[in-house]
């Protein structure tokens, strides 16, 4: 069985790359560009989220906290953002992030492989 990954990312040339690199790495991938609708990470069952922090930490936060409080609270999410403010990582952090990945830092295919090794950390 493919494992379902869920790309939150309001770049949609960024989130093409994610996508095909999980997607060659045998994941199924379901691409959402808004925050507004990232409630489908919700209503699907997903392996693992990956969200762009973008400039909206304060909707990013709260994708978290809601990834946290519904049935997806065990699903791992790795936050990708272009900025590196410690005060966004901690806070991110504190709402359930369990990665955050600088945008530039990383080739989209290390950021799949992190992807997958969460997962299967996560995995019993």
């Known amino acids: 069985m493919k494992r379902h990954v869920c790309i939150i990312d309001t770049d949609p040339f960024f989130a093409g790359l994610v996508a095909r690199k999980c997607e060659q ?8 560009e808004s925050f507004d609708h990232a ?4 209503d699907e069952e997903v392996d693992a989220v990956i969200l762009d ?5 304060d909707d ?4 978290i906290h809601q990834l946290r409080t519904a049935r997806t609270g065990h699903v791992p999410v790795v936050v990708f953002t272009e900025h ?3 005060k966004t990582i901690a806070r991110l952090r504190r709402e359930g992030a369990d990665a955050y ?3 530039g830092h990383f ?3 290390e950021a799949v492989e992190k992807v997958a090794r969460i997962i299967e950390s ?3």
């Not at 790495?25 to 959402?32: A, L, M």
């Open 39 to 42: 409630e489908r990470c919700l």
């Open 101 to 103: 990945l600088i945008k």
């Open 84 to 86: 590196h403010d410690p």
């Open 122 to 124: 996560k995995v019993v």
């Open 107 to 109: 080739l989209p295919k």
């Open 60 to 63: 990013a936060a709260e994708v």
């Open 53 to 57: 922090v973008a400039l909206h930490e």
């Open 25 to 32: 790495q045998n994941f199924k991938t379901t691409v959402i």
